[in-house]
């Protein structure tokens, strides 16, 4: 279990976070909503120990997460929403970079380039793929270490339907054994996937409720509607 208690976070006068919330179990997708600019982003870059926060703290399985454990990061995967990528590199190079970095098993590439989706694409430059192909190396580059906390910051993004169903089916597949924080603006995709949602607004949590409390698509809009006017 992860256990974020009051965290808080600002930029000069601009309050990203404040006093935040929530828990994740093992074995679930926890969605993360919220119009830009709400915090998610920034909860994400703690989370993965990218940043740190101003006040709170944050347990990862009984151990400090803010205490930038090595051990802690080699558990963790994070796809940012910018999904910075090496253009000049191919991307089974890439992964192999990757995989090097973590020290972990290489052979581990195979199965990701497969689970991903990029079996016609591998031994391509990263510079000739498309975005929804760049968004597939940012996924499997964030599992190469076969982490227990999966961070995705819209990981479907550019994806045409076809693409985000299977994706979306690996990850409800992943999550079985993995905690994964996912972040969307699709809410279709939310009600599809996730077993709960958090929704922040203006740095605060102003819902936190499980997917079955919410009985169709329709429903939820009008939850996130109505929360986020409050």
Not at 63 to 70: G, Q, R, T, W
Not at 99 to 125: F, P, V
Not at 164 to 170: H, V
Not at 177 to 198: M, N, P, R, Y
């Amino acid at each position: 279990m992860i256990q974020i208690e009051h965290i808080s976070k600002k930029y000069g006068d601009l309050t990203a976070l404040d006093d935040v919330s929530f828990t994740m179990q093992k074995g679930e997708i926890l969605g993360l909503l919220g119009v830009n600019g709400a915090g998610k982003s920034t909860l994400m870059k703690i989370l993965s120990s990218i940043t740190a926060p101003d006040k709170g703290s944050i347990s990862f399985f009984g151990a400090d997460l803010l205490s930038c454990s090595p051990d802690i990061k080699r558990q963790t995967g994070y796809l940012s929403e910018d999904n910075p990528l090496y253009d000049d590199m191919y991307v089974k190079e890439y992964l192999n970079y990757v995989a090097g970095i973590y020290k972990t098993d290489k052979n581990r590439i195979g199965l990701l380039i497969e689970q991903t989706g990029l079996k016609k694409e591998y031994r391509k430059k990263i510079s000739e793929l498309s975005k929804g192909n760049r968004q597939r190396v940012g996924i499997a580059q964030a599992l190469i270490n076969d982490p227990v906390f999966l961070i995705l910051d819209e990981a479907t993004s550019g994806l045409d339907p076809n693409q985000r169903e299977s994706l979306n089916n690996l990850f409800m597949e992943l999550s079985k054994e993995k905690i994964i924080l996912f972040s969307t603006h699709i809410l279709q995709e939310a009600k599809d996937i996730c077993s709960g949602f958090v929704l922040l607004d203006k740095g605060k949590v102003v819902a936190n409720h499980k997917i079955e409390e919410i009985d169709s698509i329709e429903d939820l809009f009008h939850t996130l509607t109505n929360e986020n006017n409050s």
